[in-house]
């Protein structure tokens, strides 16, 4: 059984910094699309941030180019979201999406339907 978990959420500060992880299990990361989405209060799910888990090729939406990275680290089976200079607009809940595969282009971004498996969702608060 496929299962996303994110951890990492929580309350920051205008300019803080967050790293949100998705754990993935019931199947190995290969060659396969994990994408991170957010939806805001009173606002529709949109495209963070996706990654080839195969050869780590990367998309960001452009409000949160040059501030978040995407990317697997030592632990398999896990993709992390690194948030830098977070400002009051990136408060949203956070879900990591899974798709058994990999074609280049910014469907990952905007294609939320393609995805097989979501997790539940971490809240992220950027607030004075």
């Known amino acids: 059984q496929v299962q996303l978990v994110e951890s990492g959420g929580g309350l920051v500060q205008p300019g803080g910094s967050l790293r949100l992880s998705c754990a993935v299990s019931g199947f190995t990361l290969e060659t396969d699309t994990i994408g991170w989405f957010r939806q805001g209060p009173g606002k529709e799910r949109e495209g963070v941030s996706c990654?080839?888990?195969?050869?780590?090729?990367?998309y960001y939406a452009d409000s949160v180019k040059d501030r978040f990275t995407i990317f697997t680290g030592n632990a398999k089976n896990t993709v992390y979201l690194e948030m830098n200079s977070l400002k009051p607009e990136d408060t949203a809940v956070y879900y990591c999406?899974?798709?058994?595969?990999?074609?280049?282009?910014?469907?990952?971004?905007?294609?939320?339907?393609?995805?097989?498996?979501w997790g539940q969702g971490t809240q992220v608060t950027v607030s004075s």
């Open positions: 990654i080839s888990t195969n050869d780590a090729r990367t």
């Open positions: 999406a899974a798709k058994r595969y990999w074609s280049d282009g910014t469907w990952c971004l905007v294609s939320l339907g393609e995805y097989d498996s």
